[in-house]
């Protein structure tokens, strides 16, 4: 058995989470739309409109889980990342003990059960790491808000906020779309770069980054593309909309319907997912794939999430090293650029 004689270091990574099968997809639904950073409403109406949606929406969530044999692969994925983190950290700090805790949003493993398991093993050293490289209020926030009101253990704390530009992380992207613009040949395509949508209102009402920080993500892989020697054309759109309020957009749909029009294919990037999920398994794969044929977009190709990619998990272990240099909350690599309400970074500033 090895002897650790230095730190333990705990690094903590966040995920929304998914249903394990068909029973669990209503509470899933419940947790999600009971999250005040979802639905900003007083508990007192939030709560029983989370009830209310949830039962609405469960038949039709669980075929889309049924398409994915009952359940969201999502933690299975996220384990395995997780164990890759391990390994990648475990080389380069030889002399501590690293450990990396999964805490989801809205299923198991929860957050309250991800601050139990951390204080128990008693860290020395905590860093925070989302697995969105894009902050959001509806995502790290709401992850961190969660993490700081349950968490009760051991461990000076450091959060990484984000990591838009990292770069393993953008070298992963280029190198899943290079891929597919090979599989392509000389048909024409465009690179649709799809993200999950947020209201519109989140970004001019309470100054959310999220937006921002996808079109530095896209940039930064697009410069990385023509470093390679691969001049894309290229559009950034949205996905999974739903209610009634405006959200970011082009809607991915209005931008494969564009791309009929003008008649290219399409190669789809997951450029804010790093793993393999309902959103991509399910609305792009099928339901975007079905539209992509109805409207004769061919190729249709779509860009596996990074997964466990070598270049991916470098730059998460690169992430959580920077973490451990400094102190409180920051990017790994470039964050926010503009004055934004909601970035934790510049709130820090702001109370200092």
């Given at each position: 058995?090895?002897?650790i004689t230095?730190r333990?270091?705990?690094?903590v990574?966040?995920?929304?989470?998914?249903?394990d099968?068909?029973?669990?997809?209503?509470?899933?639904?419940?947790?999600?739309?009971?999250?005040?950073?979802i639905?900003?409403?007083?508990g007192?109406?939030?709560?029983?409109?989370?009830?209310?949606i949830?039962?609405?929406r469960?038949?039709?969530?669980?075929?889309?889980?049924?398409l994915?044999?009952?359940?969201?692969?999502?933690?299975?994925?996220?384990?395995?990342?997780?164990?890759?983190?391990?390994?990648?950290?475990?080389?380069?700090?030889?002399?501590?003990?690293?450990r990396?805790?999964?805490?989801?949003?809205y299923?198991s493993?929860?957050?309250?059960?991800?601050?139990?398991?951390?204080?128990?093993?008693?860290?020395?050293?905590i860093?925070?790491?989302?697995?969105?490289?894009?902050?959001s209020t509806?995502?790290?926030?709401?992850?961190?808000?969660?993490?700081?009101?349950?968490?009760?253990?051991?461990?000076?704390?450091?959060t990484?906020c984000?990591?838009?530009?990292?770069?393993?992380?953008?070298e992963?992207?280029?190198?899943?779309?290079?891929a597919?613009?090979?599989?392509?040949?000389?048909?024409?395509?465009?690179?649709?770069?799809?993200?999950?949508?947020?209201p519109?209102?989140?970004v001019?009402?309470?100054?959310?980054p999220?937006?921002?920080?996808?079109?530095?993500?896209?940039?930064a892989?697009?410069a990385?593309l023509?470093a390679?020697?691969?001049?894309?054309?290229?559009?950034?759109?949205?996905?999974?909309?739903?209610?009634?309020?405006k959200?970011?957009?082009?809607?991915t749909?209005?931008?494969?319907e564009?791309?009929?029009?003008?008649?290219?294919?399409?190669?789809?990037?997951?450029?804010a997912?790093?793993?393999?999920h309902?959103e991509?398994?399910?609305?792009?794969d099928?339901?975007?794939?079905?539209?992509?044929?109805?409207?004769?977009?061919?190729?249709?190709?779509?860009?596996?999430?990074?997964?466990?990619s070598?270049?991916?998990?470098?730059?998460?272990?690169?992430?959580?090293?920077?973490?451990?240099s400094?102190?409180?909350?920051?990017?790994?690599?470039?964050?926010?650029?503009?004055?934004?309400?909601?970035c934790?970074c510049?709130?820090?500033?702001?109370a200092?």
């Amino acid at each position: 058995m090895r002897t650790i004689t230095g730190r333990r270091i705990a690094v903590v990574l966040f995920n929304l989470g998914g249903p394990d099968d068909q029973a669990s997809v209503k509470p899933f639904l419940f947790n999600l739309f009971n999250d005040p950073a979802i639905i900003g409403l007083p508990g007192i109406v939030r709560t029983p409109l989370a009830r209310l949606i949830s039962s609405r929406r469960e038949t039709s969530a669980q075929a889309n889980y049924a398409l994915m044999g009952g359940g969201s692969p999502l933690l299975p994925e996220t384990r395995k990342q997780a164990d890759a983190l391990e390994a990648a950290l475990a080389q380069r700090l030889p002399d501590d003990e690293v450990r990396a805790f999964i805490a989801m949003r809205y299923w198991s493993p929860l957050t309250e059960e991800a601050a139990t398991e951390v204080a128990a093993f008693g860290p020395d050293e905590i860093v925070l790491l989302p697995l969105y490289p894009q902050f959001s209020t509806t995502t790290t926030e709401s992850s961190l808000k969660r993490w700081n009101a349950v968490y009760a253990g051991s461990g000076e704390s450091r959060t990484v906020c984000c990591w838009p530009e990292a770069h393993g992380w953008v070298e992963a992207q280029a190198e899943g779309i290079a891929a597919k613009l090979d599989e392509a040949g000389d048909r024409p395509v465009r690179v649709l770069f799809s993200a999950h949508g947020i209201p519109e209102s989140l970004v001019q009402r309470k100054g959310d980054p999220y937006q921002e920080q996808v079109e530095s993500t896209v940039a930064a892989v697009v410069a990385k593309l023509e470093a390679m020697g691969r001049k894309v054309d290229h559009a950034l759109c949205y996905q999974s909309r739903v209610g009634p309020m405006k959200w970011l957009g082009p809607s991915t749909p209005e931008a494969l319907e564009q791309a009929a029009a003008d008649k290219v294919g399409a190669v789809v990037v997951p450029i804010a997912f790093v793993s393999e999920h309902v959103e991509t398994l399910v609305e792009l794969d099928i339901e975007y794939g079905e539209l992509a044929h109805e409207r004769g977009v061919a190729p249709y190709l779509r860009v596996p999430a990074v997964g466990t990619s070598a270049l991916f998990i470098n730059a998460l272990a690169e992430a959580a090293l920077h973490g451990l240099s400094r102190t409180g909350v920051a990017p790994y690599g470039p964050g926010c650029r503009g004055d934004w309400k909601a970035c934790p970074c510049q709130t820090e500033s702001r109370a200092a």
